[in-house]
């Protein structure tokens, strides 16, 4: 095999001698290539060998250059417009032969506005010296650039030559033009091929540079903008972050403020940003220096003014822990150079959440007077706390804290022969309520549940002691008027104040003596056996205490709700069904001032009653009357014990009292004031209601009325039956009733309440458009719960009730009620018809629609325009005022707004316009009441 290859390359080199008509060569071949003894012969600058039973041999350099020492120069030469920058470079023949070198400028690239078009040029200098001799040379502009060629470097020998570079003066700044440098040798190896096994040959070489930048930069310095901070600038901090630019992009920089000067730092891009500081206060200059690569260099500067540091502030009196009480003077200091305001206020507690203002002003004090507060009606530990600031918003705040401690004199008087119901706004220093009243003949007792009941006092005592805020009790005076004044501390008022209520009756009253009172809704209950919290709706609708809260007047009970006010020296009955703590906020409702601020007890959720009839009972004799008793039919109600029955509360001589008999009930049985059942469904289906009216004076006349009987519905049928005498009585026809108590004192009567037809019950429907609708329901739909009532109507059900600041959806525990006279929004994807079925709201004279305080949604409840000036009004308590007027009482604010479906806006009613059927408008309530829309005038 080995004697076969060495013939086919004996052959093959023989041809290639023929061939080249020349002896065999080493052409071309790189120093350093390995060749094999077996090596064949190549076309075109290869390697031509013959057979050899030598080992391999390396090439070695003939022609080459040493590209290991091919030295560079930096990448960027700066140079400006119309002017050259020179490139320095050098090489070494690395070959054993002296040889040409060939010399081309790479294609040119520019770059920067203004660079491809600036007349740019680069040449080879002919005068570089020893060892080479350029046979051409010279400048040209050609984009492929300039080439020549130099003899004349020995083997081993270093040469340098030189690359000019010229621009234009068109150039702009920031113009660049790259380039690269190729450079080879020219020879080649010829001749004989002798001595394969003693000598080798390489063939030329190539080496190139990298890429050659030049930039020009003019003599114009760089502009120095400074864009933040701006001149004149007041400053709070004692550092600013300093930004601008330089144009064109500075190389280097300064920044210096006074005497302390830091490098600048600029991006490529010319821009720079950094945060300096300032060591002193008032004016401050910025200096910015930049400097291009050639050193020449912009400034701009900007003067600010530093103010970081607040007022000096400080309290000297009271002292921190001082007792005060009374009208405390404030002193201490607020002074600044630049000083703008001050702030005194007090608040209750260590850490207040709220806080009330003694005094402001613009004027600096140093050791003065700063305000007098009127600690007048607190008591408890407060803190007061002083904060200034100047013109610039710096500010500082002190606090000191104090305790007080006040007692108040309370004055008032009580009529001859009436029994008034009162309490004190205080804990009275003497707990016996006969210290304070004087030496005249009265009588006084208080209610106390914990007693056996007699028949003369039953559970009232005539021995008690007022041994907390507010409690209540009667007096009577009998020889005239009696004049009081009663030395009590001041009720806590930097927390809840607790009352006490025993499982039962409860005389109370408002513990704070605040002129303008407290609802009753910003009260709230606490069970003591449990720990939990309720507002007063929701203990109601829990069964924890009545509905209804007894107020005396005019010799009878008034019963008051949720949106009546509990004031001063007043006394209130209310009865409760578990041991509870009535929980009093000082901070609801404190004029121009605080306590504290409630915790999120806001009403719950409630709807609009819907009331099949509702029949008002009274009774009245010479000397007292018995007024607020109600009998009725109510959606949701129970025939026995529920949250809108109220109990009776207990008389005091003389009296007359009418109450409803059910003792029977297996639920808090009792004598009821009011009392609601379920409503009757079927025709000629019966309801009954037992009554009682009792007097203190056997053989009084008395006089039973039914004060609403022109508004009972037609489509009911009563009947009162004396039980005694066995007189019957139709209220529509006869709404008052005499008898003479036969001396047994109290009397039996029977409510019947017969249902004569169902109702009328009506289809609806109205057009909605897609997108958002505020709408009403001119009918009370039957069921109410939205998600019922539109069933099968609408596929992706978006109906919303809002209601006491809360947005309920249809799938909300509270539900969406559709009830006639509210409002509600709804979402449809498009135009669609809906129906509602329910019954008709004609029959009915009013409808009342309970308003919290803030924004109401409440629509128009009947078919027919409704004229906002004479058939709208607001219910506040037993008042009631048409709109114009509850408006300047302060009930309910002026303006009324619809929502426009095709401009998704809010538009206001004009005074007096009415309300369409199908539409909803936004109400603000200022206080809660109800508002009531009339059918008719």
């Not at 144009?247 to 300064?254: D, E, I, L, N, Y």
């Not at 260590?350 to 007098?372: E, K, Q």
């Amino acid at each position: 095999m080995k004697l076969y290859r060495f013939f086919v390359a004996c052959l093959t080199a023989l041809a290639m001698v023929m061939v080249s008509g020349v002896a065999a060569t080493a052409v071309g071949t790189t120093s350093g290539t390995v060749i094999s003894s077996y090596a064949t012969i190549s076309a075109d600058n290869a390697v031509s060998s013959v057979v050899s039973n030598t080992v391999d041999v390396t090439v070695d350099p003939v022609y080459g250059l040493d590209t290991s020492a091919f030295s560079e120069p930096d990448d960027v030469k700066i140079l400006v417009q119309g002017d050259y920058v020179d490139y320095e470079f050098g090489i070494s023949n690395n070959g054993n032969a002296t040889d040409a070198v060939r010399l081309e400028i790479g294609a040119q690239s520019f770059g920067g506005e203004g660079g491809a078009g600036a007349a740019w040029s680069v040449e080879v200098l002919d005068a570089v010296g020893a060892p080479l001799t350029w046979e051409s040379g010279g400048t040209t502009s050609d984009p492929s650039g300039d080439a020549a060629t130099a003899t004349g470097i020995a083997p081993g020998e270093n040469a340098t030559f030189t690359l000019r570079v010229y621009c234009g003066s068109g150039a702009d700044d920031g113009a660049t033009m790259t380039f690269s440098v190729n450079l080879k040798t020219l020879n080649t190896p010829v001749g004989e091929y002798t001595g394969f096994n003693s000598s080798s040959y390489g063939g030329a070489a190539a080496v190139a540079s990298a890429a050659k930048t030049a930039q020009v930069q003019d003599e114009n310095p760089p502009v120095v903008t400074i864009t933040a901070p701006i001149e004149g600038q007041v400053l709070t901090t004692t550092s600013v972050t300093l930004t601008g630019s330089t144009s064109p992009a500075a190389a280097s920089g300064t920044v210096s403020i006074g005497s302390s000067a830091n490098e600048l730092t600029v991006d490529a891009s010319g821009d720079f940003g950094q945060t300096v500081l300032f060591t002193e206060q008032g004016d401050n200059t910025i200096y910015v220096t930049a400097f291009d690569q050639v050193h020449n260099y912009g400034t701009d500067s900007v003067t600010v003014y530093v103010d970081s540091l607040p007022p000096e502030t400080y309290i000297t009196s009271p002292a921190e822990n001082e007792e005060v009480n009374g009208t405390v003077v404030v002193t201490g200091t607020v002074t600044d150079i630049n000083f703008s305001t001050y702030l005194l206020e007090y608040g209750p507690g260590d850490t207040p959440v709220a806080w009330g203002t003694i005094a402001s002003s613009t004027v600096a004090v140093s050791g003065g007077m700063l305000g007098t507060w009127d600690t007048g009606g607190l008591y408890g530990t407060y803190t007061i706390r002083l904060t200034a600031s100047d013109i610039y918003g710096n500010s500082r705040q002190v606090s000191e804290t104090v305790d007080v401690g006040n007692s108040e004199i309370f004055e008032g008087t009580l009529a001859k022969g009436e029994w008034q119901m009162m309490s004190i706004p205080g804990i009275p220093k003497d707990a016996d309520p006969r210290s304070f009243l004087g030496s005249s003949r009265y009588e006084v007792q208080q209610w106390d549940e914990d007693l056996e009941s007699d028949e003369y006092m039953k559970k009232f005592t005539r021995s008690f002691a007022l041994n907390y805020a507010g409690e209540g009790f009667w007096v009577k005076p009998y020889e005239g008027e009696i004049q009081y004044d009663v030395d009590a501390r001041v009720t806590d008022s930097t927390t809840e104040y607790a009352m006490p209520l025993k499982v039962g009756w409860n005389q109370v009253g408002l513990p704070y003596n605040r002129e303008s009172g407290m609802l009753w809704d910003n009260v709230y209950v606490k069970n003591t056996g449990t720990g939990e919290e309720l507002s007063m709706q929701e203990a109601i609708s829990e069964g924890w205490i009545d509905s209804t809260f007894n107020e005396y007047s005019n010799d009878g009970y008034v019963g008051r709700g949720l949106g009546d006010t509990l004031y001063p020296f007043e006394g209130y009955f209310l009865n409760a069904y578990v041991e509870c703590e009535l929980m009093f906020d000082p901070g609801e409702g404190r004029p121009a001032g605080i306590a504290r601020q409630a915790g999120g007890r806001g009403m719950s959720k409630i709807i609009r009653p819907e009331y099949e009839w509702r029949m008002q009972l009274s009774a009245r004799t010479g000397e007292a009357r018995d007024t607020d008793n109600f009998a009725a039919e109510l959606s949701g109600a129970d025939n026995e014990f529920d949250a809108e029955d109220a109990g009776e509360p207990p008389t005091v001589d003389p009296y007359v009292s009418l109450y409803f008999e059910n003792e029977d009930w297996q639920r808090r049985p009792g004598r009821y004031a009011r009392d609601s059942r379920t409503p009757s469904y079927e025709v000629n289906e019966e309801k009954t209601w037992n009554f009682v009216v009792e007097v203190s004076r056997p053989g009084d006349n008395v006089k039973v009325s039914v004060a609403n009987a022109d508004k009972l519905p037609d489509n009911y049928h009563y009947v009162i039956l004396d039980k005694e005498t066995g007189t019957e009585f139709d209220p529509k026809e006869t709404p008052e009733y005499t008898y003479t108590d036969s001396g047994q004192g109290s009397r039996m009567f029977s409510l019947r309440a017969i249902r004569l037809g169902g109702g009328k019950v009506v289809i609806y429907s109205n057009r909605f458009p897609a997108g958002w609708s505020l709408f009403s329901v001119p009918l009370d739909p039957q069921p109410s719960d939205v998600r019922i009532q539109l069933a099968g109507q609408v596929d992706d059900l978006q109906v919303f009730q809002y209601f006491d600041r809360e947005l309920y959806n249809p799938d909300s525990p509270e539900k969406v009620d559709i009830q006639a006279g509210i409002g509600y929004w709804v979402y449809l994807d498009k135009e669609k018809e809906i129906e509602f079925e329910g019954r008709e709201t004609s029959g009915q004279p009013s409808i009342e629609i309970p308003l919290v305080k803030g924004w109401n949604l409440i629509g128009n409840p009947y078919t027919h325009e409704i004229d906002t000036g004479t058939l709208v009004k607001i219910k506040k308590g037993e008042e009631t005022l048409g709109l114009a007027e509850a408006v300047e009482a302060g009930w309910v604010d002026k303006e009324i707004y619809a929502y426009d479906d095709n401009t998704g806006g809010y538009e206001r009613l004009e005074e007096g316009a009415a309300l369409i059927p199908w539409k909803g408008y936004a109400v603000k309530a200022l206080r809660p009441c109800k508002a009531v829309i009339f059918a008719e005038p």
